[in-house]
């Protein structure tokens, strides 16, 4: 018989509607629930593409025994991470405080007030590597709720008031410079993997948002180590497994450092991440590997992510049916043996292909298989050939079980596809992936967006959740939408992003210039969340700090000028420190620093020499630099939509180009060569 979460929308909740465990969603009821039967709150929180989350679930939560105990002690609720980011973050902070490490699934007895007192993340069915079993957890819970109540209320007390006393007060660290992003490189430096490319050991995950600071470090100052790094990362990670050789797209990380074996699951955030810096990447160098990647990413998230209602799904997961066993295993659909390469390709293209993926007999990942990558060392293959035994491959492979896909719209990852997708279609005169961008944008305004202009985090099947955006949907939606205004110069699309950064500053703000995860008028947890750290994906904090600058520089507006700066205090204070954790804030630090630009493009809308004109700024690499496109004739003096366009008028009746920072403008123009050096040139 189904539980309570039968009714839900999230793909994660509803995988969970049918266990033996009396699941409740995250509610008022459950926590009345609770108060009444006199019994702790049991909180699961996980996602649908987590393998550990399938893995207790099916050992712990799909037993009758274990879920019998669990319905007769506890109240549980299941909670979807990505459905309330703000639930996750509250509680995770107070694991890893108490753990010193954090990671899904993640476990929390709490009392009926939502006070925590006791955590974990996986519990396996029976003992083992030190670790207790998840019924022992549950009866020793059990235990200290009945036989020694004031301590259990007295941890649960400590715990919220430690979690109160660590709010955050960067608001007067003062605005980073020049000397806070070099002592940043700096620390990059030391942390680089210079064998391998990235930062750290295993795991390895791509540093998205590290990378597009070194690219515009690189761009500000001329820095050829940070374009190196950058450059090296880059393709260290295109050759590795993390990178699927056949349909394009990354996994969520690689289990060693050498990007050979990832965690199989894709993410939505991390290809749009990782599109965009392969296209910026191939903007500043040129690297046909870089362009191959940016738009093999970009069509994987078309052909895979998009769902029917123009939107982008959050994931697939990392686990499949093994077409030879039957098995439910982890990288089921990607792994190959030479053997299976010769029975879809033949003898000969089989061997080829298996001396050009890395495929051994011994196996680069588990029972024999391998993981495709592209070593440096495999043999040369001509192209035509070589795409034909991809395409035989890559529908052999598609005849295999497919991997689950989360077809949930979370506002904030929609927002970082949109800007990829956007400038990937400019970059690469691909109008398509723009047409993509747009649909998607327009699901988020139609569905997502209230008639106050405020934001719901999720959707599914062209109907919206029940929870509201958080912060990271407003910075990341007017992202896209600023990137989207750029490309297409349709100006209502940066009149929806400022809808959004004034509902930043009315909603999420504090009076020192602080950012808060949530809004002052949303459900009251035990801490209102505040996390300025770019983790997986750009936090809240920052994506607001780039968008409330973005919107600055395009309608001149001193106070969200100065909200990104208050905001961009975080950089000050974790830059040097921490430069892998705050990637995203460093660079909306080197967009401050650079201007921004603000590139204003007029001319008549039927004349090429206006496109070409409008791409040449598209691809300038200044850090973060706004362009506004004339592309309605708004060259009259006009250009209400585009505020960078009033009063431009044209040279020579020809296209022009401004370029103007720090209240200062160059020279118009009407060439292209030097509307780019504009734009490019280091130091200029």
């Not at 702790?40 to 025994?65: N, R, T």
């Not at 060259?635 to 585009?642: K, P, S, V």
Request: net charge negative; proline share 6%.
């Amino acid at each position: 018989m189904p539980n309570r979460l039968a009714n839900e929308t999230s793909p994660y909740l509803l995988q969970h509607a049918d266990n033996p465990v009396d699941w409740w969603p995250w509610s008022p009821e459950a926590f009345a629930e609770a108060r009444e039967r006199g019994v702790p709150v049991h909180l699961s929180v996980g996602y649908s593409s987590c393998h550990w989350c399938h893995v207790l679930a099916g050992e712990s939560f799909e037993d009758e025994l274990t879920a019998a105990y669990m319905n007769e002690h506890f109240v549980n609720i299941k909670v979807d991470r990505e459905e309330r980011p703000d639930v996750d973050a509250v509680y995770m902070e107070a694991v890893q405080a108490a753990t010193g490490q954090g990671g899904w699934p993640m476990t929390v007895f709490m009392t009926a007030d939502a006070e925590p007192f006791y955590f974990g993340t996986y519990f396996p069915p029976e003992p083992r590597q030190g670790m207790p079993s998840f019924m022992q957890v549950l009866e020793g819970v059990r235990t200290a709720w009945v036989g020694r109540p004031e301590e259990v209320a007295e941890v649960a007390q400590r715990i919220v008031r430690d979690l109160a006393g660590r709010e955050l007060d960067y608001g007067k660290a003062g605005t980073p410079g020049p000397e806070e992003l070099a002592a940043a490189l700096l620390g990059l430096t030391r942390d680089y993997d210079a064998a391998h490319g990235g930062f750290g050991g295993a795991p390895k995950f791509p540093p998205s948002m590290a990378l597009e600071f070194l690219l515009r470090h690189h761009a500000r100052t001329g820095s050829e180590g940070a374009l190196q790094m950058a450059a090296d990362t880059c393709e260290a990670m295109a050759r590795g497994g993390i990178y699927d050789q056949l349909g394009g797209g990354f996994a969520r990380y690689s289990v060693d450092r050498e990007w050979v074996v990832p965690h199989f699951e894709k993410m939505l955030y991390d290809n749009a991440l990782l599109c965009r810096v392969y296209a910026h990447l191939w903007r500043a160098t040129g690297s046909d590997l870089a362009r191959r990647v940016a738009l093999e990413t970009a069509d994987f998230m078309v052909r895979e992510l998009r769902t029917d209602q123009g939107g982008f799904a959050s994931a697939l997961d990392a686990d499949s049916e093994d077409p030879l066993t039957g098995e439910h295993v982890e990288g089921a659909y990607y792994a190959w043996t030479p053997d299976r390469l010769r029975e879809v390709l033949g003898e000969a293209d089989g061997d080829l292909a298996a001396g050009y993926f890395g495929v051994t007999e011994e196996g680069t990942f588990e029972h024999g298989t391998s993981v495709l990558q592209l070593p440096q060392d495999g043999p040369a293959v001509e192209a035509g050939r070589l795409a034909g035994i991809k395409e035989r491959l890559l529908a052999a492979r598609g005849r295999r079980p497919a991997p689950g896909r989360d077809d949930k719209i979370v506002a904030a990852w929609n927002g970082l596809a949109i800007a990829a997708l956007a400038e990937c279609g400019a970059y690469f005169e691909r109008p398509d992936l723009v047409e993509r961008a747009t649909e998607a944008a327009d699901l988020l305004v139609r569905v997502h967006m209230d008639g106050r202009a405020r934001l719901s985090r999720t959707s599914k099947d062209g109907q919206v959740g029940t929870n509201d955006g958080v912060l990271e949907d407003y910075g990341d939606v007017a992202e896209g939408f600023l990137a989207l205004a750029s490309v297409t110069g349709e100006g209502v699309w940066l009149e929806f992003a400022g809808f959004l950064v004034d509902l930043v500053l009315d909603r999420f703000a504090a009076e020192d210039g602080s950012l808060y995860d949530t809004a002052h008028d949303a459900e009251k947890l035990i801490r209102r969340p505040q996390d300025p750290t770019d983790t997986a994906a750009p936090s809240g904090w920052t994506a607001a700090a780039g968008a409330l600058l973005s919107y600055a520089a395009h309608t001149g507006s001193q106070a969200h000028r100065t909200a990104a700066e208050r905001a961009l205090g975080v950089v000050h204070a974790l830059g040097p420190r921490v430069p892998r954790y705050i990637g995203h804030g460093l660079s909306v630090a080197e967009a401050l620093l650079d201007g921004p630009r603000e590139v204003a493009v007029v001319g008549h809308p039927e004349d090429p020499a206006l496109a070409l004109l409008h791409r040449t700024a598209l691809l300038g690499t200044a850090p973060g630099a706004v362009v506004a496109a004339g592309l309605a004739g708004a060259t009259d003096g006009g250009g209400a939509e585009f505020p960078l366009l009033a009063e431009r008028t044209l040279v020579d009746d020809l296209p022009t180009a401004y370029v103007c920072r720090h209240f200062v403008c160059a020279r118009p123009t009407t060439d292209p060569a030097e509307l780019a050096e504009q734009l490019g040139a280091v130091g200029s």
